[in-house]
């Protein structure tokens, strides 16, 4: 059961020995001290706990287990609240005075419910309990030496770290962070470098041990464990101090998590409310901009509840395959921020709207979408396209936007007809850049200047009192949602700006809030808290900052591929930054 979570590293090694430190020089000059002896009293100056480290002669297996997502679920920033680059900036150290995600106690700290009321239930549901069970093992083997090891700051983590395991009852031998300065004055390029300066003290001071484990999530260091391993034995094979060791790196499935959004929204925004005050203490010359949370919205809709999201997916058959992608949670007002007018004429963000579903059509076989009318039919509203519908779903390549061509729809029968409620919100992704007090709090970061110093720019869309319904031969789907309305058809089926559900976000849109403001470069008088980002035209704020049912082809953060120089787009390794 346990080895099904675990991928054992023993295939060969063919990475060449520039990645790998010389095992050898870390304690043979360089890169420390050289030395002659090792002992458990030097060892045990590298842990954070208060305790006497087992004699040299007891033990014969050395247990090392990683921290975050290894043993802990840590929380990452997550990538449905903040864009790539905003993430790399949160996990870059450099960015932030305080050093950012990964040097700040207080996110860790802010897991689940928070210190407080997570340490008496012991974090439950934070752990990797596979990886709980076979510390608990290693607790009870006599002869084996175990060991937390992680590259968090030993400054700023040792006491959370001591609190976070003794509430689960785990009991190391040694509990090792990442010094500024290791015992014998070592400086260290990088946490692998750390980590493998440790181990080699640990290897060296237990010369009887003749096997290591090392379980870790990530496999740019797993592989690291591997070379730097086959390079101590190598070494010991030609210049031997205690002997080969047998070494098995596991590879652990790692188990990420994240923060409540707004305790995460909170707690970034008071890293940077930190960061700007520090700043604000620099010279006028050398002062650069204030740091400030901006929101980039792709589209505007009436978002649909998970529940009657399903009972609409329900009435049509998808095929399944990673080929078709599900949709089925809203209906496009705009793809961009939405314009104070039309906001108006829809209720503003939160309001809600009752609608019927009457119809249903597949387009080309590649779009599946819903038609829909309002409830009561004289409700006044406004969609992106020229009937009201619900796309449910899309084949690869095929767009939302190509929904508007759908002229022939498929009329329900009324026992399969039912009306189900919507609110009005904002599809969005947060951003951290400079403060620029020509651009409005919530302008979009790709918007049109061009349009925004016009005032215009927007295009034409379709709402309740100006379009035509297409032809419905089949049936009466959308002709109810027509009742009582007359007016010109304005634009309909393919047209060139309409991008239905697509991540539109930015174009058009008119959008001069902000200018004018005087912000002014040097003031740095900008202590926020998020009751600062509040209402936008007097409206109540209602983002939708979910990915479980993102438009297709919306950015909402990295999903892989290789890190930027930056500090990077992918989520999933962000812990190489710390």
Same mark, same amino acid.
């Given at each position: 059961?346990?080895?099904?979570?675990?991928?054992?590293?023993r295939?060969?090694i063919?990475?060449?020995?520039?990645?790998a430190?010389?095992?050898?020089?870390?304690?043979?000059?360089?890169g420390?001290?050289?030395?002659s002896?090792?002992?458990?009293?030097?060892?045990?100056?590298?842990?954070s706990?208060?305790?006497?480290?087992?004699a040299?002669?007891k033990?014969s #297996?050395?247990?090392?287990?990683d921290?975050?997502?290894?043993?802990?679920?840590?929380?990452l920033?997550?990538?449905a609240?903040?864009?790539?680059?905003t993430?790399?900036m949160?996990?870059?150290?450099d960015?932030?005075?305080?050093?950012?995600?990964?040097?700040?106690n207080?996110?860790?700290?802010? #897991?689940?419910?928070?210190?407080?009321?997570?340490e008496?239930?012991?974090?439950?549901?934070?752990?990797?309990?596979?990886?709980?069970?076979?510390v608990?093992?290693?607790m009870?083997?006599?002869?084996?030496?175990c060991?937390?090891?992680?590259?968090?700051?030993?400054a700023?983590?040792?006491?959370?770290?001591r609190?976070?395991?003794?509430?689960?009852?785990?009991?190391?031998?040694?509990?090792?962070?990442?010094p500024?300065?290791?015992?014998a004055?070592?400086?260290?390029a990088?946490?692998?470098?750390?980590?493998?300066?440790?181990?080699?003290?640990?290897?060296?001071?237990?010369?009887?041990?003749?096997?290591?484990?090392?379980?870790?999530?990530?496999?740019?260091?797993?592989?690291?464990?591997?070379?730097?391993?086959?390079?101590?034995?190598?070494?010991?094979?030609?210049?031997?101090?205690?002997?080969p060791i047998?070494?098995?790196?596991?590879?652990?499935t790692?188990?990420?998590?994240? /923060?409540?959004?707004?305790?995460?929204v909170?707690?970034?925004?008071?890293?940077i409310?930190?960061?700007?005050?520090?700043m604000?203490?620099?010279?006028l010359?050398?002062?650069?901009?204030?740091?400030?949370?901006?929101?980039?919205?792709?589209?505007?809709s009436?978002?649909?509840?998970?529940?009657?999201?399903?009972?609409?997916?329900?009435?049509?058959k998808?095929?399944?395959?990673d080929?078709?992608?599900?949709?089925?949670?809203?209906?496009?007002?705009?793809?961009?921020?939405?314009?104070?007018?039309?906001?108006?004429?829809?209720?503003? /963000?939160?309001?809600?709207?009752?609608?019927?579903?009457?119809?249903?059509?597949?387009h080309?076989?590649?779009?599946?979408a819903?038609?829909?009318?309002?409830?009561?039919?004289?409700?006044s509203?406004?969609?992106?396209n020229?009937?009201?519908?619900?796309?449910?779903?899309?084949?690869r390549?095929a767009r939302?936007?190509?929904?508007?061509?759908?002229?022939?729809w498929?009329?329900?029968?009324?026992?399969?007809?039912?009306t189900?409620?919507?609110?009005?919100?904002?599809?969005?992704i947060?951003?951290?850049?400079?403060?620029d007090?020509?651009?409005?709090?919530?302008?979009?970061?790709?918007?049109?200047?061009?349009?925004k110093?016009?005032?215009?720019?927007?295009?034409?869309?379709?709402?309740?009192?100006?379009w035509?319904?297409?032809?419905?031969?089949?049936?009466?789907?959308?002709?109810?949602?027509?009742?009582?309305?007359?007016?010109?058809?304005?634009?309909?089926?393919?047209?060139?700006?309409?991008?239905?559900?697509?991540a539109?976000?930015?174009r058009?849109?008119?959008?001069?809030?902000?200018?004018?403001?005087?912000?002014g470069?040097?003031?740095?008088?900008?202590?926020?808290?998020?009751?600062?980002?509040?209402?936008?035209?007097?409206?109540?704020?209602?983002?939708?900052?979910d990915?479980?049912?993102?438009?297709?082809?919306?950015?909402?953060g990295?999903?892989?591929?290789?890190?930027?120089p930056?500090?990077?787009?992918?989520?999933?390794?962000l812990?190489?930054?710390?």
């Open positions: 059961m346990i080895a099904a979570l675990f991928c054992r590293s295939r060969p063919t990475s060449s020995r520039a990645m430190s010389s095992a050898f020089g870390h304690f043979n000059g360089a420390s001290q050289k030395r002896h090792f002992t458990v009293t030097s060892l045990g100056r590298w842990s706990l208060n305790k006497t480290l087992p040299v002669d033990i #297996t050395i247990h090392v287990y921290f975050d997502n290894t043993l802990f679920k840590t929380p920033p997550n990538s609240l903040w864009n790539g680059l993430i790399g949160l996990s870059n150290q960015v932030f005075i305080n050093s950012g995600w990964w040097h700040d207080r996110i860790l700290g802010a #897991t689940g419910l928070g210190l407080d009321k997570e008496p239930r012991a974090w439950e549901g934070f752990w990797n309990e596979k990886v709980v069970e076979l608990r093992l290693t009870k083997q006599p002869d084996a030496l060991v937390l090891l992680t590259g968090r700051g030993e700023r983590f040792a006491d959370l770290l609190r976070i395991v003794a509430s689960k009852h785990l009991e190391f031998d040694m509990l090792c962070l990442k500024q300065v290791g015992p004055n070592q400086k260290f990088s946490t692998i470098k750390f980590k493998q300066e440790l181990l080699t003290e640990i290897m060296e001071t237990y010369k009887h041990a003749g096997e290591i484990r090392i379980y870790e999530d990530r496999p740019g260091h797993t592989q690291k464990f591997i070379d730097f391993l086959k390079d101590y034995n190598n070494t010991q094979r030609v210049r031997p101090t205690r002997g047998q070494a098995e790196i596991i590879q652990v790692d188990t990420q998590t994240s /923060l409540d959004p707004v305790v995460e909170a707690q970034v925004q008071r890293m409310n930190e960061h700007n005050e520090a604000r203490l620099q010279p010359h050398l002062r650069p901009k204030a740091l400030r949370i901006k929101q980039q919205v792709f589209f505007t009436y978002a649909i509840e998970r529940a009657d999201s399903q009972r609409l997916l329900d009435l049509v998808i095929p399944s395959g080929s078709t992608r599900v949709h089925g949670n809203n209906i496009i007002i705009v793809p961009r921020p939405c314009p104070p007018h039309i906001l108006t004429k829809v209720g503003g /963000l939160g309001s809600t709207m009752t609608w019927q579903v009457t119809g249903t059509a597949c080309h076989g590649s779009i599946w819903a038609c829909v009318t309002p409830v009561p039919a004289s409700a509203f406004h969609t992106e020229p009937v009201p519908l619900v796309v449910l779903a899309l084949k390549g939302p936007a190509e929904a508007a061509k759908i002229n022939t498929s009329a329900l029968p009324p026992e399969k007809r039912f189900f409620t919507t609110t009005v919100r904002e599809k969005a947060l951003r951290v850049e400079a403060d007090p020509r651009h409005a709090e919530y302008e979009s970061l790709h918007a049109s200047k061009a349009s110093a016009s005032g215009g720019g927007i295009k034409r869309k379709h709402n309740g009192d100006d035509n319904p297409p032809k419905q031969p089949a049936a009466d789907a959308a002709a109810a949602a027509v009742a009582g309305r007359g007016g010109g058809g304005g634009g309909r089926g393919g047209r060139t700006g309409g991008r239905g559900g697509q539109a976000g930015g058009g849109g008119g959008r001069n809030g902000g200018k004018g403001k005087g912000r470069r040097g003031g740095f008088s900008h202590y926020r808290s998020l009751d600062d980002v509040g209402p936008r035209n007097a409206v109540p704020a209602e983002v939708n900052y990915e479980a049912h993102p438009p297709a082809n919306a950015p909402t990295p999903r892989g591929g290789k890190r930027g930056n500090g990077g787009n992918n989520v999933t390794d812990q190489s930054y710390y």
